[in-house]
C-alpha cells in the first residue's frame, strides 16, 4: 500500500532504495538520541542558559517527499539531515561560547550561515546549521555505526526559533513568491525579530552590571541596605546575611523564597527586610542555639523565610511555614 500522498509509482521505482532507508533509520535514531545528549551535557557544563535541545530522524514520509521532488543519483550521500539536533538560546552573544562546544565536541563537516548569508533584501532570520559527525572521543561498539554518519545540528535563538516556526507556516521559501505587498511587511518583521534579540542581550548585560554593583556596595552597609528590594539584591542580602549556608539546595529555591516574602510582607528596600530579619534571629536565639549554625537551616534562603516568619505569627501561617517547623520553633 502506498504511503500518505505518495504515488505507487515512486515506491515502484524506489523500492530498494526505500528498503535501506527503513532498514538505516534505527541509527539515525539512535545517532540524534547521542548528539543531543552530549549537546545538553556539555551545555550544562559549561553553564550557558538555553530554551530547549529537542531532536528529531527523518521520517518516511519527508524521504519519499524529498527524493520525489530532488532528483537524487545517491540520496545516502547528498542528503545530510537524517538526524537533526536543535539548539534554542537564550541571548546570541552567547553563540561564540556555543560553537566552541560544538567544535570541541563532534567533528564539523560543514557549516551554514542562514542569518548572514541571506542578501540584504532578503527577507527572513536564519539561523546557523551545522553538519557533524561524532569524534574521536566516541569509540567502541556502541559507535561503530554512527561514526560515519551525518547529523545536522540547528543553532537558533529563542526569537530565530520562533520566526522559523511561523516562516515554516507562510510557506514563503523566497522573495519571489511573496507578493508584493507582503514583503515590504516581512522584512520589517525580521528586522524587528533581530532588533528584538540585541535588545534582550543589553538588558542581560545590565543586569549583570546592576548584580556587579549590588555586590560592591556590600563594602558600605549603609548603602547597600538602602538598595531597592528586587530578586537580584535579594539573593545578594541573604548570601551577605548569612555567608556559612548555601545560597539554594535546589534549583529557584531562593527565587520561591522571595516570592513567599513579598506575597507576605510589604517591603521596598534590603534595610526593611534587615529590620526583621534581626528581629526574628534575636527572638530566636532566645531560646535556641546560634541561628546560623542550626542544623536545620541548609540555605540562606530557607534562614531568610524563617527568621521573618518568627517575627509573627500570622506572618508565619501567611508565608506558608509547614507545620513540623513551626512546632520546631515554637
Known sequence: ?????????????????????????????????????????????SDLEYSAISKRSKTLNSFLEKITRKKYKDPFSEITDFAGVRLVFLYNSDFDKIEKIVKDNFKIIEKVDKLN?????KFGY????????LNKNHAGARYDNLVDKNCEIQIRTVL??????????LVYKNTSSVPKELRRKLNSLAGLFETA??????????????????????????????????????????????????????????SIAFKELINAVDLSKLLDLDNLVNKGIKKFEQKQPKFDDHP???????ATIISVGLTNKKLMSKMGIPNDWKELLE
Open 1 to 45: 500500500m502506498a504511503h500518505k500522498n505518495i504515488d505507487e509509482k515512486v515506491w515502484l521505482d524506489n523500492a530498494k532504495t526505500i528498503k535501506q532507508f527503513i532498514d538505516q533509520r534505527h541509527i539515525y535514531e539512535q545517532l540524534c538520541d547521542e548528539i543531543a545528549f552530549v549537546l545538553k551535557f556539555a551545555m550544562e557544563e
Open 117 to 121: 548569508d541571506k542578501g540584504v533584501d
Open 126 to 133: 536564519g539561523a546557523i546549521h551545522y553538519i557533524v559527525q
Open 160 to 169: 530565530q526559533d520562533a520566526w522559523s516556526i511561523i516562516d515554516h507556516h
Open 197 to 254: 534579540d540585541d535588545q534582550f542581550n543589553q538588558l542581560r548585560e545590565m543586569r549583570e552590571t546592576y548584580i556587579k554593583n549590588v555586590d560592591k556596595s556590600k563594602s558600605s552597609p549603609d548603602e547597600f541596605l538602602n538598595t531597592e528590594l528586587n530578586l537580584d539584591s535579594f539573593k545578594q542580602y541573604i548570601s551577605w546575611k548569612f555567608p556559612k549556608l548555601p545560597l539554594e539546595t535546589f534549583d529557584d529555591q531562593s
Open 296 to 302: 536545620n537551616f541548609h540555605s540562606s534562603s530557607v
